[in-house]
T-cell receptor, first 115, second 119 residues
Framework: AQSVAQPEDQVNVAEGNPLTVKCTYS??????LFWYVQYPNRGLQFLLK??????LVKGSYGFEAEFNKSQTSFHLKKPSALVSDSALYFC?????????????FGDGTTLTVKP | SAVISQKPSRDICQRGTSLTIQCQVD?????MFWYRQQPGQSLTLIAT?????????ESGFVIDKFPISRPNLTFSTLTVSNMSPEDSSIYLC????????????????FGQGTRLTVV
């Protein structure tokens, strides 16, 4: 079985400061990992993914994430937060061995960036 | 990539009635999924819609309550049957296009969701 944990319901940062949104996962083999963002009253949008290769992946809007196999983590980061980054962020994991394409989502973290 | 048109975008329904939600994709995809999301909360997978066969339901979801059709590789419907206020939620259609090597190594694409309120 696969699972994802986002330990923080809420993250608050000041504009211009770095931000981190945490994610840990559990899957039987090597995982596929994803971050999605959901703005109010809108659908989910893809930010970035880790499939294989370099542990540091870069995505949309200046976000990046680092895959850490030993800590089973995939934290989302951005060097300098913007007020427009305020949204709900979801981490998701997929087990490639099943080939089913099913994703398991974390509970989400609400990011608030204050001016 | 994939562009998904989902409708209706919202509806208010009487308890005991049924609502059918449609999901149209602009390209052929094998893997299509239906999720439920309470506002501001996580996504819960209802079922995987398979073309040409019965849908595969997750624990806690049954075909009688959430019948699904998948007549071709670009279209699916989810029906919420005999609705009660507990069914009030956002329902999302999602697809995962095949990536390099044919595996599920691409990101998921989502419809805009159907916000259902049962009164």
């Amino acid at each position: 079985a696969q699972s994802v944990a986002q330990p923080e319901d809420q993250v608050n940062v000041a504009e211009g400061n770095p931000l981190t949104v945490k994610c840990t996962y559990s899957v039987s083999g090597n995982p596929y990992l994803f971050w999605y963002v959901q703005y109010p009253n809108r659908g989910l949008q893809f930010l970035l993914k880790y499939i294989t290769g370099d542990n540091l992946v870069k995505g949309s809007y200046g976000f990046e994430a680092e895959f850490n196999k030993s800590q089973t983590s995939f934290h989302l980061k951005k060097p300098s937060a913007l007020v427009s980054d305020s949204a709900l962020y979801f981490c998701a994991v997929r087990d490639p061995n099943t080939n089913a394409g099913k994703s398991t989502f974390g509970d989400g973290t609400t990011l608030t960036v204050k001016p | 990539s994939a562009v998904i048109s989902q409708k209706p975008s919202r509806d208010i329904c009487q308890r005991g009635t049924s609502l059918t939600i449609q999901c149209q994709v602009d390209s052929q995809v094998t893997m299509m999924f239906w999720y439920r999301q309470q506002p501001g909360q996580s996504l819960t997978l209802i079922a995987t819609a398979n073309q040409g066969s019965e849908a595969t339901y997750e624990s806690g979801f049954v075909i009688d309550k959430f019948p699904i059709s998948r007549p071709n590789l670009t279209f699916s419907t989810l029906t919420v049957s005999n609705m009660s206020p507990e069914d009030s939620s956002i329902y999302l259609c999602s697809v995962v296009p095949r990536g390099q090597g044919g595996g599920p190594n691409t990101e998921a694409f989502f419809g805009q969701g159907t916000r259902l309120t049962v009164v």
